[in-house]
């Protein structure tokens, strides 16, 4: 089936496992020539040879999103169609007790990371003369306050109205920005926790009654980087559950 992907040029970050590599392989099989970017590149080079080898298109370059420098080497030469922004880190802790240091590697990565590669991205775009689509990965944490993830729930907060207001300027040249917002997703990571009472509990909050699946994120990448999606920008497409909408 074409998604409108086909033969177009994708960048996904913190492409080195999680959502990344899940978010690098729809893309791949949709058709288009992935390249994932991460710090750890071991992981990513695992990930492009399993993908090339089942006859897809892909490549891997280094990246440290909150380094200028990497930023611009990943785009060096390059013009991405498609852009995935995906490098986060989560920054748990209360806060009375967070540090200004934990604070701004939170925002380093999540807000500041986003912001320059979204920003490259349309340079790259602008100057080519064709449009885009930029993907920032947000949370229902950016729409929803959650305890203990002062820094996190902040940051991708900040990447919702930081879509919105790229949507705006970036409409003129062709740039689609939208926000893909997940909810509760299920990953090896997070089983401990959603198995214990705790978890169990805000599983019981959530209308649907339980977690999200990572392939249930498929359709709505798909929707926001291809032509399908040719008249959606500056939207924020929360994949919940109903997570948001439950009651307090």
Same mark, same amino acid.
């Given at each position: 089936?074409? =998604?409108?992907?086909?033969?177009? /040029?994708?960048?996904? @970050? #913190? ?7 899940? =978010?690098? /392989? ?8 992935? @390249?994932?970017?991460?710090?750890? *590149?071991?992981? *990513? ?29 990943? =785009?060096?030469?390059? +013009? ?7 490098? #986060?880190? @989560?920054?748990? #802790?209360?806060?009375?007790?967070? /540090? ?8 380093? *990565? ?37 305890? %203990?993830?002062?820094?996190? @729930? ?8 930081? +879509? ?26 997070? %089983?401990? =926790? ?38 959606? /920008?500056?939207? +924020? ?12």
């Amino acid at each position: 089936m074409d =998604f409108g992907v086909h033969g177009k /040029t994708a960048l996904v @970050t #913190g492409a080195s496992g999680g959502l990344g590599v899940r =978010f690098a /392989t729809v893309l791949a099989e949709a058709g288009a020539r992935v @390249t994932l970017a991460a710090r750890r *590149t071991a992981e *990513t080079e695992a990930v492009v040879a399993r993908l090339n080898a089942a006859g897809h298109q892909a490549d891997c370059l280094p990246l440290d999103v909150t380094s200028e420098e990497s930023v611009e080497a990943v =785009f060096a030469g390059r +013009t991405f169609d498609i852009v995935v922004n995906n490098a #986060g880190i @989560t920054g748990a #802790g209360m806060a009375l007790e967070m /540090t200004a240091e934990d604070w701004d590697r939170v925002m380093a *990565t999540n807000l500041r990371g986003s912001f320059l590669v979204a920003q490259r991205a349309a340079r790259a775009l602008k100057a080519a003369g064709r449009g885009g689509s930029v993907i920032n990965i947000a949370s229902i944490l950016g729409l929803r306050v959650g305890g %203990a993830v002062l820094a996190y @729930t902040t940051s991708k907060a900040a990447i919702v109205q930081m +879509t919105k207001a790229m949507a705006l300027e970036w409409a003129r040249y062709g740039i689609r920005v939208n926000a893909l917002c997940p909810g509760y997703i299920e990953t090896p990571l997070n %089983a401990d =926790f959603f198995a214990s009472d705790a978890g169990q509990a805000l599983i019981r909050r959530i209308p649907q009654r339980r977690l999200g699946r990572e392939e249930e994120l498929d359709g709505p990448l798909l929707l926001l980087a291809s032509d399908a999606g040719s008249y959606i /920008t500056g939207a +924020t497409l929360a994949v919940d559950g109903g997570h948001l909408v439950s009651s307090l």
